[in-house]
């Protein structure tokens, strides 16, 4: 509650209301009124009022009823027994001669969510169904449905039923639509509202006079229409020819989705629609609104999964837009990747290679990758490009032009040699660990062809002491053991002394455990070692040659015009496959996505932690982060972890409770330093981790996750920020 | 179906809050704020998948959002609805607000709170869209608005969050037009005005040696009608008008757009051969028809960029050294017409310090701005074929030569008032039957930089 003083106000209020003075100002009582709404609109808790509002109700001004009636149903569920109390007043109002009190009051009327309600409800709606007023009836009839909610569980009304589907014979089209969504709830539990043969007819006749919002509502509907035949097919088709072309976008692609679904088993038609809704798809891309943009380019990326070339020609539109915010320009480039053929090749790679040098790293990043994408096909050209933006020397720049060198190497072999020429020739180093990881794959996979490879190496290998990330000492150890199998004589010293520090003085048992690895693997002679730790250069899978599959329609055209296209992969399963099978596998931690969801009370966490038991509990490596809570708070918001609670400033032991979500599971963790109890605490971050329901994959994943961001690190971003 | 509206404000408050379905609890709008403001940067319009407790996707709760006036408009739903749908029905839901209020901001919403909950009592109901339409809503709507004042220097509540609501409220028309249209009843703001704006927002990317790479104009038409009553009203459009690519042209200075599409109660049949528009406009503002011109300007692109970057050592020995950016752009507009509130923006290497300018007048302004790595140079007025000219020279310390390469693209934003860059012209504006009193009619036209980038 943001007002602390809420007692206050309410009795203040309530003083003013029953004044006899205000009473009879009505001016004056109407602004009171609207105060009520105003601080209840603002979250404080006016429900004691309602008396005085129930009988600021009997009134003959309509503003002011409507105010008292959104009061009213505010808060009807928390005082039934007071609401009991204006069901005079509103059924009253319902016999009104006035239709437009009569649909209020009985709209309101029907908004009250409480036990009980159906009994006085019933016989108004009924009345309000054959009323003259068309007004009414639209009330009436989405009134059968809140009934209806209102007691799920009930035998359902075949004599209310029976009336609505007779009323979709109505002559205002708003109750039309309002009928189809009445008995949708309704009938739900039975498979929906019932698009029989002369139904449909009937809709799809209707669907001039409707307004663009029914239209695309009863476009939904027709889905679940199937003609008798292909003639029936081909009329319906022809009926809704012009709504592919209508001026809203929601009716055009509602209507497309429909033309996809009814014309499944015909190609060419399906083609030919997608063909013509191109032209409304791309007016959507640039629109005005840069939300409605937004869905439009999630929807083009969609049709060019089975289409790639509809949209070919029309690439420039695709250039991002100075001041377009940047999850558009994010879209954009991906669709730009896609478009890419030999006529527009070089324009596109110049308006990328303008998009590297933005402000926004994470922007210039995606470019990069964005080129590097294009480079499969077309290497000579981007690689002209990426080397020359290591000579721009910027950290993040670098970082991404090495990770897409590395991506692009597994993916097109051909390209090896003159990356391995500008790797070699270039000469300063990522700084981020992303970054240094790649450089060190790079090094250790083609460190044949890097003549420098082993003085660059070992730069990182003196420097081993003051490397915080335990994934890139990991790639180091891979790197040199590599290395060392195809260069011998320069490695075996640095190599030696790599692994010396790893297994005597590394922390970190992940590091150390990799090293003992290797070390044991060395002791069984080279050719053992190479056998186990070399293995194809390139993805072996042919991805490249094959080029991208076009994908049959059906694979999308269930989630099209639905909120998955927009929302990724969170809403989409298989487009959430198709991607990760993108990446390269050594990127497997990005599959698992956590998500913060709705917050935890205190009360069940703590219940359920009592309630669970321990699953896992393992030694981090890294002292607790340092940091203030509120920037380890929204550090650790950033990998999608809520934090619960934490012990403050450098009390031992230190605690701290976090949570995450992934699809089904429920993580709940405890971070713990300092405790006698727990051995191997007092230098290092103890985890301890619970689960609901028990998913070891995603406990792999968690830590793996937590090992990755290292918390230190994050919050050092964090505070920077 | 939609299961709750809220409007926020950028920091956060509750403006407006209904519930139409009683699915969520009011909890979920704090949620969706913590949602939102969790990341840095504008979020898109699907915010994330709030799960149901245990997961689960169904049950899960959905926000999609709109920001206009530097306002959130959501809407939460449970099921999966169309998000063209929902995302057209906040935009519309704002542009009868600002309709009915005169304007949109946040002060305007906080006032009008009653008017809007009224609004959206008539327009969704249990969660389902009803009705949007003005003609019908006026019938329901009995609260009358309360107008701010149109301007004051104090009232900073609709700067969006960092001032960053760009072009979406520059293309409002000026004050006139923006008043409560029902503010009617014998008061003051009672004119019969109906305004026509015609609106284009040009995007052009100007490559390296001045040639044009892309040049794009999305325009449209745009009705704000005063009148009460509704009365056939026909726009007469340039008669050469020609449409689609198919049409040869002729050595007439044909007006040409690549597509249009029209509001669907404008009536077409006088304009295939008079290009005509027949509409009853209802009260309020309405877009009658959009059109679209890809890749051939009819005319050159309004500005040309000639620029030189120079490196330059102060005292190599100390390695001061600074780049120095010539500039010199040129108004290829007519002579008689003006481009305003032109910007230009140029990045800048990275460690950029300080900058001293030479500009060739004293309204103009020129400041770096380290943060965006980028150096913004303003000018409030710019006559056609004027050329202006500015010497920039930036410090930079440890300056390399491949640094230089971080100079450029160029992006500009401008606006060109009474200019179509199509050509495209309202011949005339007739009301059938003519109107008994004073009815006003304006027609504007002004040309938007949706996005102007001029490569180095």
Known sequence: MPYLGSEEVVKELRRALSNPNVQADRLRYKNYITKVIRYMTQGLDVSALFMDMVKASATVDIVQKKLVYLYMCTYASDKPDLALLAINTLRKDCADPNPMVRGLALRNMCNFRMPGMTEYIEQPIVAGLRDKASYVRRVAVLGCAKMHSLQPNTEIDGTIVNELYALLRDPDPVVVVNCLRALEEILKDEGGVVINKPIAHHLLNRMKDLDSW?????????????????????????????????????VAVATLRLFLHLASAHPTVQADALLRTSAPLLATCGAASRELRFAGLCHVQQVMRSQPGLFGTHYKRFFCGYSEPSYIKFRKMEILVELVNDENVALVLEELRSYCTDVSPELAQAAIAAIGRIARTYSEKCLDILTGLLGLKQDHITSAVI????????????????????????????????????????????????????????????????????????ELLTAAVKMFLCRPAETQDMLGRLLHYCIEEESDVCVRDRALLYYRLLQRGVEETRKVVTGPKSDPSMSVLTGRQEEPISEWDSTFNTLGPLAGCDLCPQTAATSAADQPSYDAEEEISLSLGPPLSHETFEKMWLDLETLHRQTLGFPRPRAAPDTLQAALQLVKIQTL?????????????????????????????????????????????????????????????????????????CMLQ | MISQIFILSSKGDHLIYKDFRGEESKDSISVFYEMVTALSGDQPP???????????????????????????????????????TIIEFLNRLAALTKDYCGSLSEKSVRMNFALIYELLDEMVDFGYIQTTSTDILKNFIQTEAVSSKPFSLF????????GAETQQSKVAPSVAASRPIMSSRGEQGGKNEIFVDVIERLSVVIGSKGVLMKADIQGEIRIKCFLPTCSEMR????????????????YSSAVRVDECRFHQAVKLDEFDTFRILKVCPSQGEQTVMQYQLCDELPCAPPFQLFPSVE?????????????????????????KSTALNVSITVPVPKGSTSMSQELSSPDQTAELQPKNKALLWEIPRFPGGAQLSALFKVDVPGLSSASLLEVGPVSMSFELPKQTCTGLQIRFLRLSPTQTGLSQRWVRYVTHSDSYTIRI
């Open chain 1, 214 to 250: 029914a239209q695309s509502e009863v476009l939904t509907f027709l889905l679940r229409y199937r003609p008798r035949s292909d003639d029936e097919l081909f009329d319906i088709l022809s009926l809704l020819d012009a709504f592919l072309l209508s001026s809203h976008a929601h």
């Open chain 1, 403 to 474: 990770q897409t060198f590395r991506d692009l190497v597994w993916f097109c072999p051909q390209s090896t040699a003159a990356v391995c020429q500008t790797v070699g020739a270039c000469v300063d180093s990522p700084q981020d660990s992303e970054g240094k990881q790649a450089l060190l794959w790079l090094l250790g996979e083609h460190g044949d062809q890097i003549s420098s490879a082993p003085y660059v190496m070992e730069g990182y290998i003196d420097g081993l002491k003051t490397e915080l990330s335990s994934a890139v000492k990991m």
């Open chain 1, 645 to 717: 609670a934490f012990t403050p400033g450098d009390t031992v032991p230190w605690k701290a409770y976090i949570y995450t979500r992934s699809t089904e599971t429920l993580i709940l963790a405890e971070l713990l330093q300092g405790d006698q109890q727990a051995p191997g605490s007092d230098e290092s971050l103890v985890v301890s981790v619970k689960q609901q329901p028990v998913n070891h994959m995603l406990l792999n994943l968690f830590f793996f996750f937590f090992a990755l961001y290292d918390i230190s690190l994050l919050t050092s971003t």
């Open chain 2, 46 to 84: 699907v915010v994330m998948v709030n799960y149901g407790f245990w997961g689960d996707l169904m049950s899960g709760l959905h926000f999609i959002h709109v920001r206009q006036g530097g306002l959130y408009w959501v809407a939460s739903t449970k099921t999966n609805p169309s998000p063209f």
């Open chain 2, 155 to 162: 009232d900073l509540s609709n700067v969006g969050l960092f």
């Open chain 2, 235 to 250: 726009i007469g459009l340039n008669e050469e008008l020609s449409i689609g690519k198919s049409q040869l042209k002729g």
């Open chain 2, 311 to 335: 490196k330059d050592y102060v005292n190599r020995s100390v390695n001061l050294s600074m780049v120095l950016i010539f500039l010199k752009l040129r108004c290829d507009l007519p002579p």
